[in-house]
Protein backbone atom coordinates (compact mmCIF):
# COMPACT_ATOMS: atom_id res chain seq x y z
CA UNK A 1 0.00 0.00 0.00
CA UNK A 2 1.49 3.63 -0.80
CA UNK A 3 0.99 6.76 1.49
CA UNK A 4 2.85 9.02 -0.54
CA UNK A 5 3.72 10.87 -4.23
CA UNK A 6 6.84 12.24 -5.14
CA UNK A 7 7.26 14.04 -8.75
CA UNK A 8 9.80 15.26 -11.24
CA UNK A 9 9.05 18.62 -12.44
CA UNK A 10 10.70 19.31 -16.18
CA UNK A 11 9.34 16.47 -18.03
CA UNK A 12 6.23 15.71 -15.60
CA UNK A 13 4.84 18.83 -14.67
CA UNK A 14 5.54 20.82 -17.47
CA UNK A 15 7.97 21.13 -20.24
CA UNK A 16 10.76 23.45 -19.55
CA UNK A 17 13.81 21.30 -21.37
CA UNK A 18 12.33 23.03 -24.70
CA UNK A 19 13.36 26.42 -22.57
CA UNK A 20 16.33 24.98 -21.07
CA UNK A 21 17.56 23.96 -24.50
CA UNK A 22 17.53 27.38 -25.98
CA UNK A 23 19.56 28.70 -23.30
CA UNK A 24 22.19 26.32 -23.25
CA UNK A 25 22.34 26.39 -27.10
CA UNK A 26 23.07 30.05 -26.91
CA UNK A 27 25.72 29.29 -24.73
CA UNK A 28 27.37 26.94 -26.62
CA UNK A 29 27.42 28.74 -29.18
CA UNK A 30 28.96 31.59 -27.82
CA UNK A 31 31.46 28.68 -26.45
CA UNK A 32 32.16 27.28 -30.55
CA UNK A 33 30.25 24.84 -29.34
CA UNK A 34 26.85 23.43 -31.63
CA UNK A 35 24.29 21.01 -29.58
CA UNK A 36 21.15 19.69 -31.20
CA UNK A 37 18.14 18.23 -29.69
CA UNK A 38 19.35 14.49 -29.27
CA UNK A 39 22.22 16.17 -27.20
CA UNK A 40 19.81 17.80 -25.03
CA UNK A 41 18.19 14.06 -24.13
CA UNK A 42 21.37 14.08 -22.09
CA UNK A 43 20.97 17.11 -19.71
CA UNK A 44 16.79 15.89 -18.81
CA UNK A 45 17.10 16.13 -14.93
CA UNK A 46 21.15 16.62 -14.51
CA UNK A 47 21.69 19.66 -12.44
CA UNK A 48 23.09 22.91 -14.24
CA UNK A 49 26.94 22.43 -13.31
CA UNK A 50 26.95 18.32 -14.62
CA UNK A 51 24.99 20.04 -17.86
CA UNK A 52 27.22 22.64 -18.57
CA UNK A 53 30.37 19.88 -17.77
CA UNK A 54 28.40 17.65 -20.48
CA UNK A 55 28.31 20.42 -23.15
CA UNK A 56 31.94 21.35 -22.60
CA UNK A 57 33.09 17.53 -22.81
CA UNK A 58 30.93 17.25 -26.08
CA UNK A 59 32.94 20.26 -27.21
CA UNK A 60 36.26 19.24 -26.58
CA UNK A 61 36.84 22.20 -24.39
CA UNK A 62 36.30 20.20 -21.14
CA UNK A 63 40.09 21.71 -19.81
CA UNK A 64 40.09 25.30 -21.58
CA UNK A 65 38.35 26.81 -17.90
CA UNK A 66 38.27 27.55 -14.71
CA UNK A 67 35.59 27.03 -11.92
CA UNK A 68 35.14 30.53 -11.77
CA UNK A 69 34.72 30.87 -15.36
CA UNK A 70 32.49 27.98 -15.61
CA UNK A 71 30.29 29.36 -12.85
CA UNK A 72 30.08 32.83 -14.67
CA UNK A 73 28.71 30.68 -17.88
CA UNK A 74 26.15 29.24 -15.55
CA UNK A 75 24.65 32.16 -13.82
CA UNK A 76 24.41 33.44 -17.83
CA UNK A 77 22.54 30.77 -19.09
CA UNK A 78 20.46 30.72 -15.80
CA UNK A 79 19.73 34.14 -16.41
CA UNK A 80 18.63 33.63 -19.91
CA UNK A 81 16.71 30.31 -18.75
CA UNK A 82 14.70 32.38 -15.77
CA UNK A 83 14.02 34.93 -18.39
CA UNK A 84 12.41 32.40 -20.73
CA UNK A 85 10.52 31.73 -17.68
CA UNK A 86 8.66 34.74 -17.65
CA UNK A 87 5.75 33.45 -19.64
CA UNK A 88 4.85 30.19 -18.53
CA UNK A 89 1.32 29.96 -17.03
CA UNK A 90 -1.04 27.37 -15.94
CA UNK A 91 -1.51 26.32 -19.48
CA UNK A 92 1.81 25.00 -19.35
CA UNK A 93 1.03 22.50 -17.16
CA UNK A 94 1.58 18.88 -19.23
CA UNK A 95 -1.78 17.09 -20.29
CA UNK A 96 -3.48 15.63 -17.66
CA UNK A 97 -0.76 16.28 -14.64
CA UNK A 98 -3.48 18.44 -13.11
CA UNK A 99 -6.20 16.22 -13.07
CA UNK A 100 -4.05 13.79 -11.66
CA UNK A 101 -2.60 16.04 -8.89
CA UNK A 102 -6.47 16.87 -8.03
CA UNK A 103 -7.37 13.05 -7.23
CA UNK A 104 -4.59 12.65 -5.28
CA UNK A 105 -5.56 15.63 -3.29
CA UNK A 106 -8.84 14.51 -3.38
CA UNK A 107 -7.46 11.50 -1.56
CA UNK A 108 -5.50 13.33 0.94
CA UNK A 109 -2.23 11.19 -0.56
CA UNK A 110 0.96 13.74 0.42
CA UNK A 111 2.28 15.09 -2.76
CA UNK A 112 6.22 16.20 -3.26
CA UNK A 113 8.45 17.70 -5.54
CA UNK A 114 11.84 16.22 -6.53
CA UNK A 115 13.48 18.67 -8.80
CA UNK A 116 17.56 19.02 -10.06
CA UNK A 117 16.13 22.64 -10.53
CA UNK A 118 17.13 25.06 -8.67
CA UNK A 119 14.07 27.02 -10.29
CA UNK A 120 11.34 24.85 -9.07
CA UNK A 121 9.86 27.17 -6.34
CA UNK A 122 9.22 29.56 -9.02
CA UNK A 123 8.16 27.52 -12.07
CA UNK A 124 5.62 26.04 -9.75
CA UNK A 125 4.42 29.72 -8.58
CA UNK A 126 4.12 29.97 -12.32
CA UNK A 127 2.33 27.43 -12.98
CA UNK A 128 -0.47 28.19 -9.53
CA UNK A 129 -0.17 25.00 -8.27
CA UNK A 130 3.28 25.70 -5.44
CA UNK A 131 0.43 25.73 -2.88
CA UNK A 132 -0.51 22.36 -3.75
CA UNK A 133 2.47 20.71 -2.93
CA UNK A 134 3.44 19.36 0.72
CA UNK A 135 7.35 19.41 0.48
CA UNK A 136 9.53 20.99 -2.06
CA UNK A 137 13.16 19.41 -2.27
CA UNK A 138 16.19 22.53 -1.91
CA UNK A 139 18.64 20.44 -4.74
CA UNK A 140 21.12 23.15 -3.12
CA UNK A 141 21.21 20.86 0.01
CA UNK A 142 21.91 17.77 -1.64
CA UNK A 143 25.66 15.80 -2.03
CA UNK A 144 24.51 13.97 -5.19
CA UNK A 145 22.63 14.88 -8.18
CA UNK A 146 20.23 11.84 -9.82
CA UNK A 147 20.78 9.14 -10.59
CA UNK A 148 21.41 9.03 -6.64
CA UNK A 149 18.47 8.20 -5.00
CA UNK A 150 19.23 11.13 -2.16
CA UNK A 151 16.98 13.47 -3.55
CA UNK A 152 14.06 10.67 -3.48
CA UNK A 153 14.76 10.01 -0.01
CA UNK A 154 14.63 13.16 1.49
CA UNK A 155 11.23 13.91 -0.74
CA UNK A 156 9.86 10.90 1.12
CA UNK A 157 11.51 12.47 4.44
CA UNK A 158 9.59 15.47 3.99
CA UNK A 159 6.40 13.80 3.47
CA UNK A 160 6.74 11.44 6.43
CA UNK A 161 6.78 8.45 4.87
CA UNK A 162 9.08 5.22 3.81
CA UNK A 163 10.85 5.74 -0.11
CA UNK A 164 9.11 1.88 -0.36
CA UNK A 165 5.76 3.61 0.67
CA UNK A 166 6.33 6.12 -2.31
CA UNK A 167 5.70 6.53 -6.07
CA UNK A 168 8.20 8.72 -7.96
CA UNK A 169 7.44 10.07 -11.21
CA UNK A 170 10.31 10.88 -13.57
CA UNK A 171 10.67 11.13 -17.47
CA UNK A 172 14.43 11.00 -17.29
CA UNK A 173 16.87 7.88 -16.85
CA UNK A 174 18.83 9.29 -14.46
CA UNK A 175 15.67 9.94 -12.31
CA UNK A 176 14.08 6.02 -12.66
CA UNK A 177 17.24 4.95 -11.63
CA UNK A 178 17.17 7.10 -8.35
CA UNK A 179 13.87 5.96 -7.34
CA UNK A 180 14.56 2.17 -8.18
CA UNK A 181 17.50 2.79 -6.18
CA UNK A 182 15.98 3.30 -2.95
CA UNK A 183 12.80 1.18 -3.41
CA UNK A 184 10.46 3.76 -4.13
CA UNK A 185 7.91 1.94 -7.41
CA UNK A 186 8.99 3.94 -10.53
CA UNK A 187 6.30 5.22 -12.79
CA UNK A 188 7.97 6.29 -16.35
CA UNK A 189 6.57 9.62 -18.14
CA UNK A 190 7.53 8.63 -21.42
CA UNK A 191 8.08 11.20 -24.22
CA UNK A 192 10.90 10.63 -26.53
CA UNK A 193 13.20 7.88 -25.30
CA UNK A 194 12.31 4.50 -23.81
CA UNK A 195 12.67 4.16 -20.05
CA UNK A 196 13.97 1.24 -18.86
CA UNK A 197 13.60 -0.11 -14.89
CA UNK A 198 10.28 1.61 -15.32
CA UNK A 199 7.80 -0.64 -13.09
CA UNK A 200 4.95 1.43 -15.47
CA UNK A 201 4.88 3.28 -17.86
CA UNK A 202 2.74 6.23 -19.31
CA UNK A 203 2.49 9.14 -21.74
CA UNK A 204 0.61 11.18 -19.40
CA UNK A 205 -0.23 10.93 -15.77
CA UNK A 206 -4.22 10.92 -16.18
CA UNK A 207 -3.71 7.25 -17.78
CA UNK A 208 -3.44 6.07 -14.25
CA UNK A 209 -6.23 6.23 -11.49
CA UNK A 210 -4.85 7.36 -8.17
CA UNK A 211 -6.98 4.02 -6.55
CA UNK A 212 -5.14 1.90 -8.50
CA UNK A 213 -1.53 3.19 -7.89
CA UNK A 214 -2.02 3.52 -4.13
CA UNK A 215 -2.67 -0.41 -4.11
CA UNK A 216 0.93 -0.82 -5.59
P1 LIG B 1 18.18 24.65 -13.04
P2 LIG B 1 14.09 18.07 -13.33
C1 LIG B 1 16.15 19.47 -14.30
O1 LIG B 1 14.82 19.41 -13.88
C2 LIG B 1 16.19 19.61 -15.81
O2 LIG B 1 15.66 18.44 -16.43
C3 LIG B 1 17.61 19.80 -16.25
O3 LIG B 1 17.66 19.98 -17.67
C4 LIG B 1 18.19 21.05 -15.55
O4 LIG B 1 19.56 21.24 -15.91
C5 LIG B 1 18.08 20.84 -14.04
O5 LIG B 1 16.73 20.64 -13.70
C6 LIG B 1 18.62 22.03 -13.27
O6 LIG B 1 17.80 23.15 -13.50
O7 LIG B 1 19.27 25.12 -13.94
O8 LIG B 1 16.87 25.38 -13.23
O9 LIG B 1 18.61 24.59 -11.59
O10 LIG B 1 13.85 17.19 -14.53
O11 LIG B 1 14.98 17.43 -12.26
O12 LIG B 1 12.81 18.63 -12.76
MG1 LIG C 1 12.67 15.61 -15.56
Not at 105 to 129: D, G, M, R, T, Y
Not at 133 to 160: S, Y
Not at 162 to 180: C, L, M, S, T, W
Request: aromatic share 6%; glycine share 6%; hydrophobic share 45%.
Amino acid sequence: MKKGFVFDLDGVITDTAKLHYVAWKDLAAMLGIEIDLAFNEQLKGVGRMDSLEKILAYGGKKDDLSLAQKETLAEEKNNHYVELLQDLAPKDLLPGFKEFLDSAKAHHIPCAVASASKNAPFILKKLEVFTEFDAIVDPATLAKGKPDPEIFIRAAQAIHIAPEEAVGFEDAQAGIEGIKACGMFAVGVETTEPLHQADLRVKQLNELSVEELLQK
